[in-house]
T-cell receptor
């Protein structure tokens, strides 16, 4: 099992550019989520999904879109990158909605 | 008031010491509780879930106090490799959202 994988590991964008952060898991987990981590603020939930075709907003969803067309994949789209979106992004999955989450290695994004 | 609060530390302790962290939560309907450890520039990794009756895993013991709304993590016989940031995570009943504390930094000194 690869667990939770994320690509790319690093990315630099210019303001206004769009991109998609990829996340995949091979554990057949129903629940997947995206977080951003900023210094002094902990991990904050951006979007989450409780199964294929079902997504919902977390604490900080503005500027991000998600979709969940398969159980395995949960991409995060930045629509028009802003410097405030400079952060480390983590994807996580869990077998069900109340269980332990397992994290991917993260994507370090810089927006200039 | 933050939903989940932790003392940021750092807690500097000598090898072999016992150290304890607390994490308070504001939502009395919270139902699931976890401790994660995070090394510098790495992803969080599950350390242990926290059960109502308390639970132990080797040198680590987790406790839940629902009346006072906090969870605790006790580390016995600290090792240099225990140096990390420890994150408290809480999920409220009826929601699918996990709330993370900002973490407590532990440094174990030789």
């Amino acid at each position: 099992n690869a667990g939770v994988t994320q690509t790319p590991k690093f990315q630099v964008l210019k303001t206004g550019q769009s991109m998609t952060l990829q996340c995949a898991q091979d554990m057949n987990h129903e629940y997947m989520s995206w977080y951003r981590q900023d210094p002094g603020m902990g991990l904050r939930l951006i979007h989450y999904s409780v199964g294929a075709g079902i997504t919902d907003q977390g604490e900080v969803p503005n500027g991000y879109n998600v979709s969940r067309s398969t159980t395995e994949d949960f991409p995060l789209r930045l629509l028009s990158a802003a410097p405030s979106q400079t952060s480390v992004y983590f994807c996580a999955s869990s077998r069900d909605t109340g269980g332990e989450q397992y994290f991917g290695p993260g994507t370090r994004l810089t927006v200039t | 008031r933050k939903e989940v609060e932790q003392d940021p530390g750092p807690f500097n302790v000598p090898e072999g010491a016992t150290v304890a962290f607390n994490c308070t939560y504001s939502n009395s309907a919270s139902q699931s509780f976890f401790w994660y450890r995070q090394d510098c520039r790495k992803e969080p990794k599950l350390l242990m879930s926290v059960y109502s009756s308390g639970n132990e895993d080797g040198r680590f013991t987790a406790q839940l106090n629902r009346a006072s709304q906090y969870i605790s993590l006790l580390i016995r016989d600290s090792k240099l490799s225990d140096s990390a940031t420890y994150l408290c995570v809480v999920r409220a009943s009826g929601t699918y959202k996990y709330i993370f504390g900002t973490g407590t930094r532990l440094k174990v000194l030789a």
